[in-house]
């Protein structure tokens, strides 16, 4: 079982920054892909970014130059740097970990972002 718990949400007007943070406990940390996905209300819940075991990344074409995906396997960390912040990024976002950002697992509880115009 794995839990993972997000923090460092919050309100900025465009063009600002905010890093969010997931905590995970799990001895097996390092074996998974971990993801950040986002909801907006009223939309589907879609993938921003992803970081697999290899450090590979993957992001969405809306955030790609804008948001950074990394993740800290000492300390079970998972990390979005996300940068030149718009509207439309207003949205819950959730840490999660499976096998691939397509065989998602486990899952956290949301932290929101607000970005006001």
């Known amino acids: 079982q794995v839990q993972l718990a997000e923090s460092g949400g919050g309100s900025v007007q465009a063009g600002g920054s905010l890093r969010l943070s997931c905590a995970a406990t799990t001895a097996a940390y390092s074996d998974y892909c971990l993801a950040w996905f986002r909801q907006a209300p009223g939309s589907e819940r879609e993938v921003v970014a992803s970081i697999d075991s290899d450090h590979r990344t993957t992001y969405t074409d809306s955030v790609k130059g804008r948001f950074t995906i990394s993740r800290d396997n000492a300390r079970n960390k998972l990390y979005l740097q996300m940068n030149s912040l718009k509207p439309e990024d207003t949205a819950m976002y959730y840490c999660?970990?499976?096998?691939?950002?397509?065989?998602?697992?486990?899952w956290g509880q949301g932290t929101q972002v607000t970005v006001s115009s």
């Open positions: 999660a970990a499976g096998l691939s950002s397509a065989e998602i697992d486990y």
